[in-house]
């Protein structure tokens, strides 16, 4: 079991940036997969990125790719989201999200494959 705790979210403009972190406790960290998701009010989650435990591998919904970045420090079993050029579709709560990965396996994108989940965090883009 892996115990996550995101930070980080709040209120920012449209065009500015936030950087969310999701410390991790439990586990193999740089043998999880690493991934955030977001929930928009009044919808369902939806993936945003992933990241492969040794960090060499992302995958990034289309929406967000080329304005957020995700990273991870496997000395300090935290993952990170950087997020620039944020848009008021940006807003959601953001969650994090671990799985064991299994060696040679692809980078998976469901979230019924990720068995633990942090608290979430809130992140609101003005416009």
């Known amino acids: 079991q892996v115990q996550l705790v995101e930070s980080g979210g709040g209120l920012v403009q449209a065009g500015g940036s936030l950087r969310l972190s999701c410390a991790a406790n439990?586990?193999?960290?740089?043998?999880?997969?690493m991934a955030w998701f977001r929930q928009p009010p009044g919808k369902n989650h939806e993936f945003v990125a992933v990241?492969?435990?040794?960090?060499?591998?992302?995958i990034y919904t289309p929406s967000t790719e080329g304005r957020f970045i995700i990273s991870r420090d496997n000395a300090q079993n935290t993952v990170y989201l950087e997020m620039n050029n944020l848009k008021p579709e940006d807003t959601a709560v953001y969650y994090c999200?671990?799985?064991?990965?299994?060696?040679?396996?692809?980078?998976?994108?469901?979230?019924?494959?990720?068995?633990?989940w942090g608290q979430g965090t809130q992140v609101t883009v003005s416009s």
């Open positions: 999200a671990a799985r064991r990965q299994s060696v040679g396996e692809p980078l998976i994108t469901q979230e019924e494959e990720f068995a633990n």
């Open positions: 439990g586990g193999i960290f740089n043998k999880q997969t």
């Open positions: 990241i492969s435990g040794p960090g060499g591998r992302t």
